[in-house]
């Protein structure tokens, strides 16, 4: 079965770290670019990270810059987001998502909840 | 930034036609994809690449993109449509953009 399955996230406190990983099933992942996508409970969709199939190519969004890093072993099937310097407002599900030429996003994982919380 | 303005919510009777519009600056120009979330689930890619439908997704489910506005169109709206819809693009500057999510309700 074509999967994506995160785990990792949990209870941490402000300024702290945790790493989430994601472990792909079903096909090839360094055919595919990998992405994190988070969405604050109650709200939207948000963008946060991308890694090519080859980890050439990384990039973030302004929110997480310099806080979170995005890596990748092709080898494990597994993508991982190192998250430092938590911040209240990283409270979210943390979703992995395929994407396919860079124009959408056809898998997703079923999310992992990071609350960040003193 | 680029940013993508979709309405809140958005109300339709069983068997209408529910139109769910996504408005940026020449978003015609990009190539706009649409997810569809329902209560406690991960989001699901209804439309890619303005107006192809994935493999088993109901012909119900259609998509276009011209001018400002990107628009999924799903006739004869059934129940189980019921859900929040995303809009979304790449963008060279700002990378993946979301709409703010809209909220179908059928009832």
């Known amino acids: 079965e074509v999967q994506l399955l995160e785990s990792g996230g949990g209870l941490v406190q402000p300024g702290g770290s945790l790493r989430l990983s994601c472990t792909a099933s079903?096909?090839?992942?360094?055919?595919?670019?990998l992405n994190w996508v988070r969405q604050t409970p109650g709200k939207g969709l948000e963008w946060i990270s991308y890694?090519?199939?080859?980890?050439?190519?990384?990039d973030y969004a302004d929110s997480v810059k310099g806080r979170f890093t995005v890596s990748r072993d092709n080898a494990k099937n597994s993508l991982f987001l190192q998250m430092n310097s938590l911040r209240v407002d990283d409270t979210a599900v943390y979703y992995c998502a395929r994407d396919t030429d860079l124009t959408y996003f056809d898998l997703w994982g079923q999310g992992t909840l990071v609350t960040v919380s003193s | 930034s680029y940013e993508l303005t979709q309405p809140p919510s958005l109300s339709v009777s069983p068997g209408q036609t529910a139109s769910i519009t996504c408005s940026g600056d020449k978003l015609g120009d990009k190539f706009a994809s649409w997810y569809q979330q329902k209560p406690g689930q991960s989001p699901v890619l209804v439309i890619y690449q303005d107006t192809q439908r994935p493999s088993g997704l109901p012909e119900r489910f259609s998509g276009s993109n011209s001018g400002n506005t990107a628009t999924l169109t799903i006739s004869g709206t059934q129940p189980m449509d019921e859900a929040d819809y995303y809009c979304q693009v790449w963008d060279s500057n700002t990378y993946v953009v979301f709409g703010g999510g809209t909220r179908l309700t059928v009832l």
């Open positions: 890694i090519s199939g080859s980890s050439s190519i990384v």
């Open positions: 079903g096909f090839t992942p360094s055919d595919y670019g």
